[in-house]
Every structure is written in C-alpha cells, then in structure tokens.
C-alpha cells in the first residue's frame, strides 16, 4: 500500500488542527488545542481502484523559539505542504509570502503545495466583519487567496470552515488525487493572453470568433475570458500543415558604407494541404512460415488475425481525437496597472496586438509590451503578433484620413519585421468585420499550444552586448575597430548594432564562417524601457568601465550586474577596463589627485571580475589602440568555446569561518611555510596554488573570507566562484563550533546547491597547553574533542573532518593535498567504499556494550546510557580493498525525539536489538521500530539481533522469570521473527563471555558488501 506524507503548517491558532480533527472526527473540537506535531492516518480508494493508499496528515505548529530546532525534522519525506491561514487575519496571510515560503524552499522545495483559506463562515459573521472594519480591516477574498496560491505556486487554491465542515470532505479529496498525481490531467488547459493598447480590436477579434459575428457595438474591457475545447486528430487524419518560419536576414553594414540600405529576404508562408480524407494505415509484420511447418499453419493464421485485431484496437484507441481546452483571456490596460500583474501567470502564449491603421498602437509593442512581457509573464511562454483591422486595406475614407495626418497603414512586411524583432513565433493579420484571418488565428494558437509549430534552425549568428555607463568609451572602441580609427567626436548612443564575419578556425581550410552582431547601447534613464530589448539572443556580455571613473566602475556591481542577472542570466561575460592611456596622462592624474581619487588599477580590475563571474578582464584604449585587436579576438575564441580549455584545471576554495578562528594563519602558514608573528583581521585575501595529481597540474585558488556587518552584503559574490568549502572553528572556543552550524552551513547551502564541505579544527596545540586548558576550566568550558569533530562533520554532511596547528604546522599540509584530491573528484571513491550501520532498540538491552565489547575487545565496567555514539573501523576486503563502516549506537529517551530521524539517513543496514531476557524488549520490535524503520529508511538492509545469551545457562535468571511468568525467547522464536520482519539474517551474542561478537561483526561486512546472497546457496541436512 503505497504511503503518503501531508505537511500542515501555518500559525498558531489558524485552525489547522480543527481542520484534521473535524475531518478526522466529522465534528468541531470543543476546546482550542495547541499543537507541537500531531499525526493523523488515513486510507484512501481512489476511483474504485484495488489498490489503497495510506496519508499520514501531520499538523504542526511553531510555538515559542525553542521549538525552532525541531522544525526542520517534520520536512523530510513530504509529498504535499498545505500552507494554512485565516481569512479574518491580513497579518498571517501577508506571513505565508514573507516567512512561511522561504522556510519551505529552504527545507523542502520539491514538495507540492496547496494553500487553504480557513474560516470561511466568518464572510457571515457581521460581528466579526464590523470588528475588522473599527481597525480598518477586512477578510481576505477568494480573488485574493487565488492570487497568492499561483503566486507561490501552490498547485490549488481551498477554503474551508471547520465551524459548518463547509470544503472539508473536498480538500482531503483533492489531496488524494495530488498524491496520485490526478491533477495533472489540468495540463492540458493552455491560457493565450490577448494583449495591446485599447480600441485595437481585441474583444472585436474574440468575441468575432467565438459567436461568429460582429460586435454591433464597442465594449471597453478590463478583463474577460472564454475557454474552447480544441480537437487534435491523430497523424493519420489530420491534414498535414507545414508551417515555415518567416526568416529574415540580418542588416549586414558593411565596413565604410555609412548609407548602405537594409535588405530583407522574406520566405512566403508555404501551406501546403495534402490527403484531407486521408485513411488509418496500419502496416503489419509479415510472420514468415516456413515449408517444413505446415502443420502449424492454421494455428499461425490465427494468431496473426489475432494480433491484427489487436494493433487495431490499440491505434483506434491511439487515434481517438485528442482534446484540450485553451483560456482565452481579454485585457486592457488602464490606469490601475495593479491589475496587469492577475494577467500573465499560467499563460503559455501572448497575443500582441495592434492596429494597422494606428502607428501608435504598433511603436507600443516594442517599447511598452515587450519589456513588460519579459518582466512580468513566465519564461518560457511564446509570442505571436497580430495586426487587425486589415479591411482597412481597401477602405479609401480611412487611407485619406491617414494622408492628410502625413500617415499610412502599417504593410504586412513591416508586421513581419516587428514579429522578428520581438521574438514572435508568428505574425497574423485579421479583420473581426469581414472575418477574414480569424479562423486561421485560432487554430494556428491550438497548433502553437500543443508544439506543432515548426522551427526552422538558426544560422550560425552571435550576439555580444556592450554595456556600461555613458562616455565611458564603449562606441568609441567599437569604431575604432571596425574603422580602424578613433572617431572624431563624441557620438552618445542609444542602441547601434554592427555585424561582422569570423572565419571559424576549428578545422583548417574550412570555409565556415560565423556572423558576430556587437551591439552598442547606452544607460539612458529616458530609455530604460528599452532596456530588456539589448538582452534577448546575446551570447556574450561585454561590461565596459573606464579607469579614471569609480563611478562607473563601482555602478557594474551595483546596478548593471543586477540588469544582467535578471534579463540574462545564463549570457558569458566578460569585464573591460577602457582609457588605459591614461595611465601616462599626467595632467589626469592631477585632477584626479585633486578630488581625492585615483585611477582603478589592473588588481581591482581582476578582482571585480572575478566578483561578477566574468570569463576574463581586458584593458584597452581606443586612444593609442592598445588592446582593441585582443579584445575582438578573445570574443570570438569565447564564441566559439575556446577559453573553456583554461578553466577546466582552475578550482576554487573558499574558507569561512567566525573571526580569529586561525583561517588567514592557516593559509599564511601554508603558504609563507610560517607562522605569521601578528594577527591579521581578514575581510577578503586569495592566493593560488599549483597541485600535481596523477601527472596533472590543477591550480587551486583560495579565498580567505571572514563576515563582518561591513561586508555582509558581499557574501554572494564571495560564495559565487565555488562549490567547495572549508568551515573552520577553533577547539578552545564552543561559540565558534557552535557557529557552523547555526550560522555558516545554512548561508553555504542557502548560496549553494549542492556544495562539498570540508570541516576544519584549529589550534590543536592548545590540547598540550596548560594554561589555556585552565583558563576554561575557571569559564566552565573545555576543548572541543576530536569526537565531537567528527559528529558535527557527520552532521553536516562535511566530506571530511581534519585537524591542524599553524603554531606547529602539524596537519596544515594534509589539508592542503586533500583539498587537491577533493577539487580533483578523488573523495569520490573513498565514499563508495565507506559505509553506516545503525544499531536500535530498547533501553538497557545491551546495544553499547556489545559495540564497546567488540571495539575494546572487553566488557565495559558499569551501564552508560546513550543518546547517540559513533565509532569507525576499517575492513579489509580481498587483497587490496578496504572497506569504512561507521557503527551508530542509538537510544529513544523521550527527551531526544527530535534527534532521531537525524540518525536514519545513508544508512545502510540496522542491526535491530532485543534482549532474549526481555520479551518487551522483543515485542516493541514489531509495534514500534519496524513502523519507524519502515517510515524512516525504508530501503536499508535489516539484521535481527538477540543479546545477552550467556543468561541462557543462568537457572537464577530463569528462576525469576519464571516466577513472573515470563520466559527466555529462544533462537527458534528469534529466527522465525527475524523471517517476519525482513532481517536478513539472526543472530545471537553475549558482550559478557564475547560470544557471537566477532561473528556479529563479520557478517556486518559481509553484507555491506554484498556477499550475503551467496548464503542462498546452503542447503540442511538432518541427521537421526
């Protein structure tokens, strides 16, 4: 039975647990009942389905903050989040965005979610609708819970009252169907939104289509929606439409042809419509029978009439007319562009629109539309363009109105151009009064919204961008290269573009050229809406600066890299220091010494490269023409992928950790092969190292980074270059140790994803000192074991844990060749080999002795109650295999509940314990840990183990079970459970005569490896 896991969350005090508990009990709880963690269980038959599910609901809730730690223990394993608040409540509904969201994407951002508006009886209540109107308040709409719900996206939006049961049954209904994945049959409905300025005939265009007749009169429109089933045929009955691409060729401005005039090469739309009636064919395998059996034909006859008439069933079946729904949704655009943003989520297509007859309608698109569409509506939803009104064409009146304003009707190619630039799939023309084009608008959109829109591949073009502040240089160097000469005067630029050819060098003597489009443009705040257009299409993103001006050196981090990130994301760039002859302009110099600044040099244009994730930092002057030639070499090697050869040996290392922890010391000493004589504080430092790993030369840099309140901000760009870190914390300072993980491991894995931790402890040598050790004996502290080391690495899924000295030098060096091998992927192969075994059950059974027995191969003096212990031991395997298995000693004090499911991940096999003295012991088993087991780590290997055996020879043992009327489990009882529960095997030892421990231990090793299948083979034999 397939089992299920609902997350309810929300504040305290919303109505989640009356939620569950009116579901639960089909009636309202008497009294209010705080919750910590509650579970409720339910099965579920899904459309008279044999197979049931089960849904453990768990309703939580966050009291005070020391509940904090506990939280993200309820995460792990959830299949569906129900995100709650009330709808009498802004406070808690304005919480779910701020506080509620980014707890889920930190903890379980795969989850679905739901969001659920609870007492919904309270729309109702004047009462309680006059209270919120004192404090000028009101209850949260449905209108508004949909929005938030596709804002967070949350797959559904409920309400519900816990009051009147009104939705109850319906939302564990529908999380049901969420759990077996019967929501996603609602893909299939596509939204196309018609967007464009107002009286351009949009509604006109609807409203036409959809009851086949014009609109007598002109409805102004907010909003308004219709939705249309569509019916796609199978292949074999659809008429076949081709649909080409329109391509246009690119401006080609050839060098020193200032008036040289656009050419556009424009390919007709070829529709071709071949074998509308045409007929199902179904090709048939022919089965050869052979001469020598015909006997068998008849018998072979059948079965092919058989499977003929299966494979027809089946294409009939295959063949059935394939249906969806398309939402068309009307807009317009109004004062109250609050209301633009409800448009555009969950719309898969854009309709832009305008009219032929309005230029101002048309000019709209690109500068107002566009970027707003790149702004606000998902990523990956297409465009079409359309021009209406086209009856216009032959009407004389509205042609001579247009003449007498110096005006003219927009021509179908100038619609095409525009569909071109703006990235439009398609451009369409229609008239609503003659009908003309509307039929072929909308099922061109069916074919759209399913792909069948064909794409023609792109030639081989790039796009490079220059950015950057004005008169800074950036025209200046892209005349100057293409004309060979600084220009004359200062030209301010808004957006010109360039093309030249390269000759592709990959293959010698092969004429493959590729097309370069360099695109200069300037930040004009008058033109910020035009912003989004340089962007699309770009390959490569130059970001210019010049080197006597911070302002528009410090503006890249401060607002172009913003631009970039948002627009462009995924585009190479590349930083480009510009007016590098002034470096030698002495009268500059003095200016610039006279405003108290200075020009930024070769370093700090290094670094900010770095910062910025640029591929490489150039200088140039367009001046003297220093560089010019590099940098337009270097794009095309970038184009064409060659700098990536560079970067593949070059790894980054970023150490973090509280101040005064050893961190530069460690680097220092590394380094310099010294300890540094005075302290250092660290806001940012790097040095790189060269490492020799099997005959290859990797160059690792590392960054020494310590957080401060001035530099916090900087955090990202620090983390940006990297994957790999190295966490450190002094051992005479717990806050430090501390520290890692309240603070460092959740920044790490907030900046990024999947990151390899190395754990690192400083100042060793103050185990051997001492006067320290005393000074924290008089504070009530202690050095941090090396124990403890390991269980925090452990804890934090740190790759390593490693200690070191800078006073001393010992250890610095093998943190630094492991660091080599882990940046050069050699860990890897150390964790297929390493292993975790986790030994559970019932207090005082004997768990830790056994393993102190076997580790110290004697029985340890008195009981020594365990919440959680770890130790190590290496195993050899064959000739030259080793094999690390890490031994677990856990135990289930109440107190610790929330320490548990900390202990199951990566395990690979539980050792489940009992005492055979002790049938409680072996009844929790089944009642309690197996559940747990099952819930917890599902997929882990399972061993059954009987402890102290030796009181099976104890008459005053059994003498007093007896008297109790309880007895000895015997090994029959143990091997025959051990059958019921899965356990591979049972075994049975005694830590007090040692008896069965070593085998114990071997066979632990025997099945992390695998070879416990070959006991399958052993057969029993009875002698009498």
């Not at 096999?909 to 002790?918: Q, V």
Request: with cysteine.
């Amino acid at each position: 039975m397939k089992k299920f896991k609902i997350l309810f969350i929300g504040a305290n005090g919303i109505g989640k647990t009356s939620l569950l508990m009116t579901y639960n009990e089909k009636k309202l709880p008497e009294i209010y009942i705080p919750t910590v963690c509650e579970i409720v269980s339910k099965n579920f038959e899904i459309e008279n389905q044999e197979n049931k599910i089960t849904i453990d609901f768990w309703d939580t809730a966050r009291l005070v903050e020391d509940y904090d730690r506990l939280f993200p223990l309820y995460y792990p394993e959830t299949d569906l989040i129900a995100i709650c608040f009330p709808i009498d409540s802004y406070y808690y509904f304005e919480n779910i965005e701020n506080y509620w969201i980014p707890e889920i994407e930190h903890h379980s951002p795969k989850s679905k979610r739901i969001l659920i508006g609870t007492k919904i009886d309270l729309r109702n209540n004047q009462e309680r609708i006059n209270e919120l109107k004192k404090r000028n308040e009101k209850l949260i709409t449905k209108e508004e819970g949909m929005e938030l719900a596709k804002k967070i996206n949350a797959i559904k939006y409920f309400e519900c009252s816990s009051f009147t049961q009104k939705g109850i049954e319906t939302i564990f209904n529908q999380i049901a169907l969420i759990c077996i994945g019967k929501y996603d049959k609602e893909e299939k409905k596509k939204g196309f939104l018609f967007v464009g300025d107002g009286i351009v005939g949009k509604t006109s265009l609807l409203m036409t289509y959809n009851n086949k007749k014009f609109p007598d009169i002109y409805i102004p429109t907010v909003f308004d929606e219709f939705s249309k089933n569509f019916q796609i045929k199978n292949q074999q009955n659809q008429t076949e439409i081709e649909i080409e691409e329109i391509e246009i060729e690119e401006i080609e401005i050839e060098e020193n042809q200032q008036n040289q005039q656009n050419q556009i090469e424009i390919e007709e739309i070829e529709i071709e419509q071949n074998q509308q009636n045409q007929q199902n064919q179904i090709e048939i395998e022919e089965i050869e029978i052979e001469k020598n059996q015909q006997n068998q034909q008849n018998q072979i006859e059948n079965q092919i009439e058989n499977q003929i008439e299966n494979q027809i069933e089946n294409q009939i079946e295959n063949q059935i007319e394939n249906k969806f729904q398309i939402t068309f949704w009307d807009t317009a655009r109004h004062e109250d562009d609050i209301i633009i943003r409800l448009y555009y989520p969950g719309t898969h297509v854009f309709a832009i629109c305008f009219a032929i007859d309005d230029y101002y309608s048309f000019e709209r698109i690109k500068d107002f539309w566009i970027p707003e569409i790149i702004l606000s509506a998902p990523k990956k939803s297409k465009r079409i363009l359309i021009g209406t009104k086209i009856d216009l064409r032959n009407n004389e009146e509205r042609i001579n109105e247009l003449k007498k304003r110096n005006q003219k009707l927009i021509t179908k190619e100038e619609g095409m151009e525009l569909a071109k630039k703006i990235n439009a799939i398609k451009y369409l023309e229609c008239s609503s009064f003659t009908q003309k084009g509307i039929e072929t608008i909308f099922n061109e959109i069916a074919l759209i919204c399913i792909g069948k829109y064909k794409k023609k591949e792109k030639k081989k073009k790039k796009g490079f961008l220059f950015i950057g502040v004005r008169q800074i240089g950036k025209t200046s160097l892209l005349m100057t290269y293409n004309n060979k000469k600084l220009p004359e005067g200062y030209l301010p630029t808004v957006y010109d573009p360039f093309s030249k050819y390269f000759q592709n060098f990959k293959k010698e003597n092969q004429k493959n050229k590729i097309k370069i489009s360099f695109w200069d443009t300037a930040r004009h705040d008058e033109y910020y809406t035009l912003l989004p257009l340089y962007f699309p299409n770009t390959d490569l993103i130059a970001i210019c600066f010049a080197i006597d001006s911070y302002y528009s050196f410090e503006s890249i981090e401060n607002n172009l890299i913003l631009d970039i990130e948002e627009y462009s994301p995924n585009s190479k760039r590349i930083l480009i220091g510009t007016k590098i002859d002034l470096r030698n302009n002495q009268e500059r110099i003095n200016e610039l010494k006279e405003e108290n600044k200075k020009l930024i040099t070769k370093e700090e244009g290094i670094e900010l490269a770095n910062k910025i994730k640029a591929i490489k930092y150039f200088e140039c002057s367009s001046f003297n023409q220093k560089g010019i030639e590099t940098i337009f070499n270097e794009i095309v090697l970038i184009c064409f992928g060659k700098y990536d050869k560079e970067e593949e040996n070059k790894k980054g290392f970023v150490f973090v950790g509280d101040g005064a922890v050893g961190k530069t010391s460690l680097l220092f000493t590394y380094h310099d092969k010294n300890f540094p004589e005075i302290y250092i504080p660290t806001v940012y430092d790097n040095f790189e190292s060269k490492f020799q790993i099997e005959n290859k030369e990797i160059e690792i840099e590392f960054w020494d980074v310590t957080i401060t309140e001035y530099n916090f901000k900087l955090l990202s760009l620090y983390y940006s270059n990297t994957n790999i870190f190295v966490l450190c914390f002094a051992i005479d300072s717990y806050y430090t140790f501390e520290s890692i993980e309240k603070y460092w491991i959740l920044d790490i894995k907030k900046h990024s994803k999947n990151p390899k931790i190395v754990l690192i402890g400083t100042k060793i040598d103050l185990r051997n000192n001492e006067e320290r050790i005393n000074q924290l004996k008089e504070e009530n502290k202690k050095l941090i074991t090396k124990e403890e080391g390991i269980e925090l690495a452990n804890k934090i899924k740190a790759i390593k844990y490693l200690e070191c000295s800078s006073f001393t030098q010992k250890g610095i060096e093998t943190i630094f060749n492991e660091i080599a091998l882990i940046c050069f992927g050699k860990y890897r192969k150390e964790e297929e080999n390493k292993k975790g075994s986790i030994f559970v059950g019932s207090r005082g059974i004997g768990k830790t002795s056994l393993l102190l027995t076997y580790y110290e191969k004697k029985l340890p003096g008195e009981y020594i109650p365990t919440v959680f212990d770890i130790f190590q031991k290496t195993f050899k395997i064959e000739k030259n295999k080793e094999i690390e298995i890490s031994f677990w000693d856990s135990e289930r004090p109440e107190d610790h509940d929330r320490l548990f499911p900390l202990i199951y991940p990566e395990t690979d096999l539980i050792a489940i314990c009992f005492s055979i003295i002790d049938s409680n012991s072996f009844e929790r088993i089944e009642n309690y840990w197996i559940p747990e087991i099952e819930h917890h780590s599902p997929n882990s290997k399972r061993i059954l183990i009987g402890t102290k055996m030796d009181l099976r020879n104890n008459e005053e043992r059994i003498n007093q079970l007896k008297e109790r009327n309880q007895k000895l489990i015997t090994k029959e009882e143990g091997i025959e459970f051990a059958k019921k529960i899965n356990a591979i095997k049972y075994l049975e030892c005694s830590s007090f005569t040692q008896k069965g421990i070593e085998t114990i231990f071997n066979e632990i090793v025997l099945i992390c490896i695998g070879k416990y299948d070959k006991e399958e083979k052993k057969k029993g034999c009875i002698l009498n």
